[in-house]
């Protein structure tokens, strides 16, 4: 490796690696290094999610979000078929249980549409029988585009890729600052530095912390939630045939706790948004001071809390109490009780909160000299990478 590399990536999930995959197929002749505080690639965000190929239902028209999610399904589906990653398009129901919840079926499939999606059907009970025999409810709007994938095997794949292109990787390599020394960039990490002439943060949970280090400094906070999920028992997962998902609060960035047969066919009811006490707190006992005050630090956290406490004491409960857990989800499947169901894995969601307590609803990035920050990068940024890839290796060059 020369003494400058071209560009700099910071972490190997599937953002970092496919950015690093359009900026190996924009710039072939260019140096690419990969600095990954694991041993391993995505190990986190990008190997703990629903593994739902998102189609663009609720995203809100002309954003990156809506953009991205339908322009990085494409390629997602033509990356698989090139590469052999397996997929399953199964379609998946948007259900309401309740009366109120009829009308945002509509506007959901009017959104869809705005979105460019054809094809989503409103469908009485009757109907839904057809595809989900045992789900209760009151209607519900098929999607029929959507998908199951292993994210994780397609970071591998993509990963595998780089390799042969030549991408340096270096693992167990924590970034732990970036500075601009001239036209430079200079990159301390606990192995020593690295310089690069252009650097991309995607470093998911952490990338605030990278981008703001001077907390006092940032217009916005990433705060961790955990998503817990619960896994269907062999003898009653066959009730779930394939998604099922509940009308989302839109005023919440998160779709909801669902159920999902997965690409491996386990079957699985998740994920709540748990206010997480660190970054990478998959479990409610992993607590870390220093992690949870810089977001106590951050006035829109407060301002969030304000708004949403009743929503968070309600997360919590039900994190803590499987009966509370499964309260709702016996509303969709009354044949699958508490005993039918074990703790299964969970995952942190990166999700950046502004100055005034607000969730952001779209991917967001910021271009600090040569270096471009991804701040705000969640579901459906799975789907979406091979697209936001593309944006950020773009944004990166300009
Ligand atoms: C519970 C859950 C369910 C989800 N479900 C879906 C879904 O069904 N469909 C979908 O499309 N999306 C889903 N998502 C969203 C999707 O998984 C994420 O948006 C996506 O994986 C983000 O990728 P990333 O590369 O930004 O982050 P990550 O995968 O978290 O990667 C960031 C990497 O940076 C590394 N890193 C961090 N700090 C440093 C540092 N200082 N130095 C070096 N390396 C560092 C980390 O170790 C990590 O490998 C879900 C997310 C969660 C949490």
Not at 26 to 51: C, F, M, V, Y
Not at 322 to 351: H, L
Not at 357 to 375: A, I, N, T, Y
Request: include cysteine.
């Amino acid at each position: 490796m020369s003494e400058i590399t071209d560009y700099l990536v910071i972490g190997a999930g599937i953002v970092g690696l496919a950015t690093a995959w359009h900026l190996s197929r924009l710039r072939p002749e260019a140096e690419i290094t990969i600095l990954e505080k694991e041993a391993d690639l995505a190990q986190h965000q990008s190997s703990h999610n629903s593994g739902v190929i998102h189609a663009g239902v609720y995203y809100k028209p002309r954003t990156y979000m809506a953009k991205n999610c339908i322009e990085g399904y494409r390629r997602l589906l033509n990356f698989c078929d090139e590469h052999q990653v397996g997929y399953r398009i199964c379609g998946k129901l948007i259900t309401a249980v309740e009366d109120w919840e009829l009308p945002h079926l509509e506007r959901l499939k009017a959104n869809a549409g705005q979105n460019g999606l054809t094809g989503l059907r409103i469908m009485n009970p009757e109907e839904v029988k057809e595809i989900e025999p045992h789900l209760h409810c009151k209607g519900a709007l098929w999607v029929p585009q959507t998908g199951v994938v292993d994210f994780a095997e397609v970071c591998r794949k993509l990963a595998s890729l780089l390799s042969e292109h030549g991408v340096e990787f270096h693992f167990n390599t924590r970034v732990e600052s970036i500075h601009a020394v001239g036209r430079r960039i200079v990159v301390r990490t606990g192995g020593g530095e690295f310089n690069a002439w252009h650097v991309v943060n995607c470093a998911g949970l952490y990338a605030d912390k990278l981008a703001f280090p001077n907390p006092g400094k940032a217009s916005l906070a990433v705060v961790p939630f955990r998503g817990e999920y619960y896994v269907i028992s062999d003898e009653k997962k066959d009730l779930v045939k394939n998604l099922v998902y509940p009308v989302p609060n839109p005023q919440l960035p998160f779709l909801g706790v669902h159920f999902t047969r997965r690409i491996d066919h386990q079957v699985d009811i998740g994920p709540n948004a748990v206010l997480a006490f660190a970054r990478e707190g998959y479990r409610m006992k992993d607590v870390n001071a220093g992690e949870m005050a810089d977001y106590l630090r951050f006035p829109g956290f407060w301002r969030m809390a304000r708004r949403y406490w009743k929503v968070g004491i309600d997360e919590i409960h039900r994190s803590l109490s499987k009966r509370a857990f499964m309260k709702k989800a016996v509303q969709y499947f009354p044949e699958i009780t508490e005993k039918d169901v074990q703790r299964g894995p969970s995952g942190v969601r990166a999700q950046a909160i502004d100055w005034y307590g607000r969730p952001l609803h779209d991917f967001f990035f910021e271009k600090q000299r040569s270096v471009l920050h991804c701040l705000n990068v969640p579901s459906p940024a799975a789907t979406a990478s091979l697209a936001i890839g593309e944006v950020v290796a773009r944004k990166l060059l300009s």
